[in-house]
């Protein structure tokens, strides 16, 4: 009997994160061997990770699988799956945007979609959120191009843009832009203490807090949250009892579980100057917002794209509490940036109608970058599949 089985797998940047990408037909039909492939593949469960392909941290321990789509609007299926570090569980809840950015360009250098210079349009069928994304990549001699002068905080350097739409992306897995039909939500803590709240679905569920409502500015940093664990916890009360009110919450022979992942929660603030992770400085002028989100337990060092397009869609929604914190630019010209932990993210959005019943988000795009680190084959105990 062999030791190892070998599977191909491609590493890839996409955005500020990194994902192991796989072909859906090289990956075991049984979901349960699937998954046990899946875990041995990112060498969880363990903090560190060390035997094999994760990083250690929320934004590198995630996974693409990718097929040709039988659609018609599509291209390429994509499921996305966060992947537990020191817990052997596999999130397939929600999607991220930013590995998103990165399946076109896998896309085109596999042979699946074909390449048309200088752009190829690559539709893609998210399966997480049953969602069209849209991406235009530069291309040259049949493979996405890399290299370019687009430049994005939390990632060095600089690389060809890649342009992200997500047309109809409200309602993403609620159905509803607002899934409460309330503008404001409070929630009561289990201290007492009630908590003004915006729950807002646009391309990811997400619950909004304002930091002064929680004794926070909004421009801290994730190593706040460290040094200070309290605001984490609270924030994760704050989520779960927001899952409740949205209906993301599922039982399973009366066991209750939460995602860990969907709803994502935000704390967002008026613009002010601060020091990104590197050190460098943010100005007030440059940014309409700031906003901090957690991600799979800690407060994330960027900031994820799907949540990055509902916060900026729930900000041009007149009565939510970003909307009470957004700069009176962005209201005017449909254009948020937000100030997150490494610099500065942009998001072209458009929100049409007048009320709780008639809003909708009609635009939403980002810019982002990607990039093939690596591909071969990652080896996997051959016990695994037979256990």
């Known amino acids: 009997m062999r030791e190892y089985e070998k599977i191909k797998a491609v590493i890839m940047r996409g955005g500020t994160s990194k994902a192991v990408f796989i072909m859906e037909n090289d990956l075991p039909r049984d979901s349960a061997t699937r998954d046990k492939v899946i875990l041995s593949i990112f060498g969880s469960p363990d903090i560190r990770q060390i035997d094999g392909l994760g990083g250690a941290d929320p934004l590198t321990s995630k996974l693409a699988i990718i097929k040709p789509s039988l659609r018609n609007d599509a291209d390429v299926d994509y499921t996305f799956a966060y992947i537990g570090i020191n817990k052997a569980e596999i999130d397939y809840v929600g999607n991220c945007g930013n590995i998103s950015s990165a399946v076109g360009p896998y896309a085109i250098d596999e042979g699946l979609v074909q390449a048309i210079e200088p752009y190829t349009?690559?539709?893609?069928?998210?399966?997480?959120?049953?969602?069209?994304?849209?991406?235009e990549i530069h291309v040259r001699d049949g493979k996405a191009l890399i290299s370019g002068g687009y430049c994005i905080d939390g990632v060095p350097g600089t690389g060809a843009k890649i342009s992200l739409s997500f047309p109809n992306a409200q309602g993403s897995l609620t159905g509803k832009l607002l899934p409460t039909g309330h503008l404001i939500d409070e929630i009561v803590l289990e201290d007492g203490r009630k908590i003004r709240t915006s729950m807002v679905d646009a391309a990811a569920p997400a619950i909004y807090i304002k930091a002064v409502d929680i004794g926070l500015t909004g421009a801290e940093l994730p190593q706040d949250f460290v040094v200070n664990p309290k605001h984490l916890a609270l924030v994760e009360e704050i989520r779960v009892k927001g899952a409740e009110i949205m209906g993301l919450i599922k039982y399973n022979n009366g066991l209750r579980i939460v995602s860990s992942a969907i709803p994502k929660v935000a704390i967002v603030g008026k613009a002010q100057s601060y020091k990104t992770i590197s050190g460098t400085e943010v100005s007030e002028s440059d940014i309409d917002m700031v906003a901090r989100t957690k991600a799979l337990g800690v407060i994330h060092k960027a900031y994820a794209i799907t949540g990055g397009i509902c916060t900026a869609a729930a900000?041009?929604?007149?009565?939510?509490?970003?909307?009470?914190?957004?700069?009176?630019?962005?209201?005017?010209?449909?254009?948020v940036r937000l100030g997150h932990p490494s610099g500065i993210m942009e998001f072209d959005v458009k929100i049409e109608g007048s009320s709780v019943d008639t809003f909708e988000l009609t635009k939403a795009t980002v810019g982002r970058t990607a990039r093939r680190i690596m591909d071969g084959s990652v080896y996997i105990p051959s016990e695994i599949y037979w256990k």
Do not use: C, F, R
């Open 121 to 135: 349009t690559v539709k893609i069928y998210n399966t997480n959120t049953k969602k069209i994304i849209l991406a």
């Open 315 to 335: 900000a041009m929604i007149q009565g939510t509490v970003l909307n009470e914190v957004l700069s009176p630019e962005a209201i005017k010209n449909g254009v």
